[in-house]
């Protein structure tokens, strides 16, 4: 009973303060009420609802029809994600459902259930031209798993031409890859992950070489040409990016000494993109005094016999003429051959030129002649060029001039930007003074109600005294009875008490609340204030 009395008095307590508000106000409490009901509800619907987990994802159309109609026979809840790809169920029943669903077979055609998983589905009367072309899958489908792992990189299908490996052939064809990707969000390929799929699919499969790999995405761009570099776009995107780069490291230089606004800078790169291989070999000297590899020492010698001498003239066939060149001198021949072979070392060195790297660069630069003038153009050439790192030998090129600069344009954008930062600062001026005045407005209005409030409690209502006769009002003589006796004999008219309004109350709870509001965030209550007064109005 006593409940249900306290609840009665804090409703018609509420009631009261409701009936006191202006319609502002009440359209206000109406819906914060409405708002915290709804909030409310979707709270209890949250956190009443369970976590789900995904059990599968990149699930083909038929595999996720198939899941989701066993789930159903099972009685487990799920959920489709990832454009119908993925199936979710509560986390507390996803093991349970994977070992329900593996018990069935599935799935069994999605791209997670390629790879060397389908090496475990052959039979052993598979032929050879089965075996090889199942090995071949499932390396499409492990390199397209891990191409998957990428950033930005939705979806990947991989082919491979392996060709003919036969001993009976002089040439053998050598492998080539195809990769086609779907990125996430309409996003690109960066070079580095070109270059990085290239090398992990060349890497995978015997004797292919990365140029043999071409890259594509869904949209038909290519991203690899037909040396295996990057394509066209990739090479303007990274020429772009390093004449934007070499432009705003010179841009800043020169601020720093002309100052911002005085000079601008224009630099054009020429990158080399050939696949260039050099070989060089160069031989080493032997120290003095290190020991020879090898050395050769021959000796011949020949004396003549009889004491003849040796040698002749011939006659036909080859027969000495008798008496010609005979007498009994001692002739001699004596032949030496010395061969020495030195030690001596070999460098061979192999260098594979870097793709994109700088082959020339062209770096105009223009002064303001009237606020950089002063400043030698011979001296600024020579700071540049070592700033940007200018090789003359690859025809590197810095040109410097004093122009007149026009800055009009620039003049009038600041002037422009000045004048809408005057006016966004007297904006700001405005509504902090409406927001004051709104303010002030309101602790006068505050004020004025308070004194009237309290001017109003202290007027109390007596009522009509009955009235009396003259000689009542004096006091009472001596000869009168005692004043105890006067009261039991006649008794003095009862006043009743002024029964309080409850609206009074409301209001004057009402204004406690308000004032303490305006002292805590006068900012809202200016808010509330203009919101009122524009619906009035």
Avoid: C
């Avoid at 303060?17 to 109406?30: C, D, E, H, L």
């Avoid at 790879?115 to 589905?121: P, V």
């Avoid at 001993?167 to 270059?195: E, F, I, R």
């Amino acid at each position: 009973m006593k409940n249900n009395v306290k609840l009665q008095a804090v409703v018609g307590r509420a009631k009261s303060v409701f009936n006191g508000f202006t319609p502002g106000q009440r359209a206000v409490t109406i819906i914060a009420v409405v708002v915290a009901v709804v909030g409310m509800v979707v709270f209890a619907n949250w956190s009443s609802k369970p976590t789900m987990t995904p059990i599968f994802t990149n699930l083909s159309a038929a595999d996720a029809s198939a899941i989701t109609t066993k789930l159903q026979e099972t009685g487990v809840p799920y959920e489709l994600g990832d454009g119908s790809k993925s199936v979710l169920v509560p986390a507390d029943k996803a093991n349970q459902a994977r070992l329900d669903l593996a018990a069935a077979k599935l799935p069994q055609n999605s791209p997670d259930s390629a790879g060397y998983a389908m090496l475990d589905k052959q039979s052993l009367g598979s032929s050879d031209f089965q075996q090889k072309l199942s090995a071949k899958r499932a390396y499409e489908g492990e390199l397209a798993k891990t191409i998957k792992k990428i950033d930005k990189v939705q979806d990947a299908n991989v082919y491979l031409a392996l060709g003919e490996d036969s001993p009976y052939t002089d040439n053998q064809t050598k492998p080539s890859a195809s990769v086609q990707v779907t990125m996430a969000n309409g996003s690109k390929l960066k070079a580095n992950q070109v270059d990085a799929i290239t090398y992990l699919v060349s890497s995978a499969v015997p004797k292919m070489d990365p140029h043999a790999v071409t890259v594509t995405d869904s949209t038909g761009q290519r991203y690899t040409d037909t040396d295996g570099g990057a394509g066209l776009d990739q090479r303007a995107d990274q020429i772009r990016a390093v004449s934007a780069a070499k432009t705003a490291e010179l841009q800043r230089f020169l601020d720093t000494i002309v100052g911002p606004g005085n000079s601008t800078v224009s630099v054009q790169a020429e990158l080399n993109f050939d696949n260039t291989k050099i070989n060089r070999q160069e031989y080493v000297l032997a120290k003095p005094g290190d020991p020879p590899l090898a050395e050769q020492h021959s000796t011949e010698k020949m004396t003549g016999a009889g004491g003849q001498a040796v040698g002749g003239v011939l006659g036909p066939d080859n027969i000495t003429v008798p008496g010609l060149g005979q007498g009994n001198a001692n002739s001699q021949y004596t032949k030496e051959d010395f061969t020495r072979q030195n030690p001596y070392g070999t460098i061979t060195t192999t260098t594979d030129a870097a793709k994109g790297s700088i082959k020339k660069l062209d770096v105009a630069v223009a002064l303001d002649v009237k606020n950089a003038g002063a400043y030698n153009a011979t001296d600024l050439t020579d700071l540049l060029s070592r700033a940007a790192g200018i090789d003359t030998n690859r025809g590197d090129l810095v040109k410097v001039s004093k122009l007149a600069f026009d800055t009009k344009a620039a003049d009038a954008a600041k002037s422009q930007a000045e004048a809408e930062a005057a006016a966004a600062r007297q904006e700001q001026l405005l509504d902090l003074a409406k927001n004051a005045g709104l303010v002030l407005l309101l602790l006068v209005a505050l004020f004025i109600g308070f004194r009237r409030s309290r001017k109003r409690e202290e007027v109390v209502d007596l009522g009509e005294l009955p009235s009396a006769s003259p000689q009542a009002a004096l006091p009472p003589t001596p000869t009168d009875p005692p004043l105890e006796y006067q009261l039991e004999s006649d008794l003095l008219p009862v006043i009743e008490a002024t029964p309080v309004d409850p609206q009074s109350a409301a209001r004057v709870l009402a204004r406690e609340e308000i004032g303490n509001l305006v002292e805590e965030d006068p900012d809202e209550v200016a808010r509330l204030l203009r919101g009122w007064i524009s619906e009035r109005n």
